[in-house]
């Protein structure tokens, strides 16, 4: 079975950073497109940010300017910069290989690898 493993949530005061990173354990994340979802409380999953295997980028445009995706094939990682961080960046993060989500839940997502997600929590 794939595997990805995620590690960098927790809780930070608004105007903060912190870093989500995302493992492939047992796959090269090389030829996946990489994604970031998240799930708040309360509200639907939405894709924050995504990088094609030609490391064409995609952002939410709440997160334009503040969020970075990267990735780094050699360490076999994804990573999530996430700079300026606002209260309502508070949710459960998630990476994703070839992750589609159609219905509510990330969860439930239709196809793809998904890590266990992290949380993480913005205080004003």
């Known amino acids: 079975d794939a595997h990805l493993v995620e590690s960098g949530g927790g809780s930070v005061q608004a105007g903060g950073s912190l870093t989500l990173s995302c493992t492939g354990t047992?796959?090269?994340?090389?030829?996946?497109?990489m994604s970031w979802y998240r799930q708040p409380k309360g509200d639907e999953c939405e894709l924050v940010a995504s990088?094609?295997?030609?490391?064409?980028?995609t952002y939410l445009d709440s997160v334009k300017g503040r969020f970075i995706i990267a990735q780094d094939n050699a360490e076999n990682k994804s990573y999530l910069q996430m700079n300026n961080l606002k209260p309502e960046d508070t949710a459960k993060y998630f990476c994703?290989?070839?992750?589609?989500?159609?219905?509510?839940?990330?969860?439930?997502?239709?196809?793809?690898?998904w890590g266990q997600g992290t949380q993480v929590t913005v205080s004003s």
């Open positions: 994703a290989a070839d992750g589609v989500v159609t219905g509510y839940f990330c969860s439930r997502a239709d196809s793809g690898t």
């Open positions: 990088v094609t295997s030609d490391a064409k980028t």
């Open positions: 047992t796959f090269r994340l090389a030829a996946s497109r």
